[in-house]
Nanobody, 123 residues
């Protein structure tokens, strides 16, 4: 069974750091792109970051560029989102997802989703 299980998240003060993990079973991040999305209360789900399995290229939303990093440990089949210099506006439920369709920016094109994890940044 294909599954993504997330861990990490929690409450942190502004300026702090958190790391989210996303462990895949039933498929491999060797061929699936790992994407990260977030959804704040009353807002639509927005794309945050992705990593291309073919070349390792990464991309980030402007709102997190320079503060967040994304990686995949292929030996563990786990994707990570390292979040630094967190701001209150980063507060949201964060989701990891997997995609092998080549377009990594649209949530409807992702095949598998994690359960979501809450990140709360206090001011």
């Amino acid at each position: 069974e294909e599954q993504l299980v997330q861990s990490g998240g929690g409450l942190v003060q502004a300026g702090g750091s958190l790391r989210l993990a996303c462990a895949a079973t039933g498929f491999s991040f060797d061929v699936y792109a790992a994407g990260w999305f977030r959804q704040a209360p009353g807002k639509e789900r927005e794309w945050v970051s992705c990593i291309n399995p073919n070349n390792g290229n990464t991309d980030f939303a402007d709102s997190v560029k320079g503060r967040f990093a994304v990686s995949v440990d292929n030996a563990k089949n786990t994707a990570y989102l390292q979040m630094n210099s967190l701001k209150p506006e980063d507060t949201a439920v964060y989701y990891c997802a997997a995609n092998r369709r080549g377009d990594f920016y649209h949530p409807r094109l992702y095949d598998y989703w994690g359960q979501g994890t809450q990140v709360t940044v206090s001011s």
